[in-house]
């Protein structure tokens, strides 16, 4: 199919949407999925050939933007190769049920787009919830963590989703794998962020936990290209978006030299506060989390922290008075309880009930077992 590149200039405002029938919508989303596209053009050089003008303006003359455009970029400009790869991955996305964002979309994430370096378009598997950056909070940590560790952060995402907060993560093994899988337990919403296109979910093992984040109100997030494999230089990309989803970053668990600590460090050059979970200073695996705290990230130990520290909604119990203590005698010696139980039980907030499970669970008083039921240990 033609397009009228004639008219690039006079783009249609509206955001773009799959295209129906073969036909591939002209729009904004679209430059922007065409310049993101070209050989050796990064979200930088996105950005700054925007701040010049309209986007449509750059794809009309190129070569006014030679300083910007690499000569491998012009030539795909110049041939058509650039509309024709654009209109190739606009179809292949819609064939796999996959939605393409582009930076000024209004459902584009607020506080993603005022980053440094916005990708310019988004893949998406899910749901974009505008309100997500003031009420996300990115929960990183290792690949190979503590079975503590990932007790913990599943535990804290738990809560902290069960209270309306979004948890953003990178879908990766160990500490972001329990912080969407808390998420979910939560009834909560939560966002994988992935390093290689949504075709290629990385890795393998999570791609049952992919389809469940997109189907139970959540989003599987790429900014990478279809049929992008994961190179290890991709995840550094990936953590800045993890970093800018949200208002904020926690480090569960993370060795010295670590993702989760580029994540911290992207989050600081925007502007987001950090928190860091503590460990023992002989554990390898706290080596980082203890020296962002040293350096000034927030101590946190569970999701009531987390509340505290970002003014979310988060009941407390009154002065005096033991809850967790309480939670436990309601807990049969002999059988599980569920969680609606021990809510109905207790008389109080879901949300309290909860904090405290998650007090009882990493001090290894009580076992949670699937279903979110929980037994004495």
Same mark, same amino acid.
């Given at each position: ?30 430059d922007?999925?065409?310049?993101a ?13 925007a701040t ?5 303006s ?9 300083d ?8 795909a ?22 939605r ?47 079975s ?13 989703a ?16 329990a912080?969407?899988?808390g998420a ?7 966002v994988a ?59 569960? /668990?993370?060795a @010295? +030299?670590? %993702? ?6 992207? =989050?600081?050059?925007?502007?987001? *506060? &950090?928190? !860091? ?38 009941a ?23 969680l609606? /139980?021990?809510? @109905? +039980?207790? %008389? ?6 909860? =904090?405290?499970?998650?007090?009882? *669970? &990493?001090? !290894? ?13």
């Amino acid at each position: 199919m033609d397009l009228d590149w004639q008219g690039v200039a006079h783009r249609i405002s509206s955001p773009w949407r799959p295209p129906r029938d073969g036909q591939v919508t002209v729009s904004e989303t679209f430059d922007l999925l065409t310049l993101a596209l070209l050989p050796g053009v990064g979200p930088r050089s996105v950005r700054d050939l925007a701040t010049r003008g309209s986007v449509a303006s750059a794809l009309a003359h190129p070569e006014e933007h030679a300083d910007l455009l690499p000569p491998r970029a012009l030539l795909a400009l110049r041939s058509g190769e650039a509309r024709r790869r654009a209109e190739d991955e606009a179809r292949r996305a819609a064939a796999l049920g996959i939605r393409i964002v582009g930076r000024d979309e209004e459902d584009y994430p607020p506080l993603l787009q005022r980053i440094y370096d916005p990708p310019p378009v988004l893949y998406l598997r899910g749901t974009l919830v505008r309100g997500d950056g003031p009420a996300a909070l990115a929960v990183v940590g290792s690949r190979a963590a503590s079975s503590e560790s990932t007790i913990l952060t599943r535990a804290m995402a738990r809560d902290l989703a069960a209270t309306g907060v979004t948890i953003v993560s990178g879908l990766a093994r160990g500490i972001d794998t329990a912080a969407h899988l808390g998420a979910l337990d939560g009834g909560g919403r939560t966002v994988a962020i992935l390093g290689s296109g949504l075709d290629r979910v990385y890795p393998g093992e999570n791609r049952d936990l992919a389809a469940a984040v997109a189907e139970q109100g959540g989003a599987v997030v790429s900014e990478f290209p279809l049929g992008t494999t994961p190179y290890a230089g991709n995840f550094p990309r990936r953590n800045r978006v993890i970093a800018g989803w949200g208002r904020a970053v926690v480090v569960v /668990e993370a060795a @010295a +030299r670590s %993702g989760a600590l580029s994540t911290a460090r992207a =989050a600081l050059e925007e502007g987001r *506060e &950090v928190l !860091a979970v503590p460990g023992h200073p002989s554990a390898s695996g706290a080596t980082g989390t203890n020296q962002l705290i040293r350096d000034g990230a927030v101590l946190v130990r569970n999701a009531l922290d987390v509340a505290l520290e970002m003014g979310l909604p988060f009941a407390v119990s009154s002065p005096g008075v033991s809850v967790t203590d309480d939670v436990l005698c309601l807990l049969p010696r002999d059988a599980p309880a569920s969680l609606e /139980e021990l809510h @109905a +039980r207790a %008389g109080r907030p879901i949300a309290e009930v909860l =904090a405290r499970l998650t007090e009882l *669970e &990493v001090a !290894a008083k009580i076992r949670r077992l699937p279903g979110s039921l929980y037994v004495r240990a």
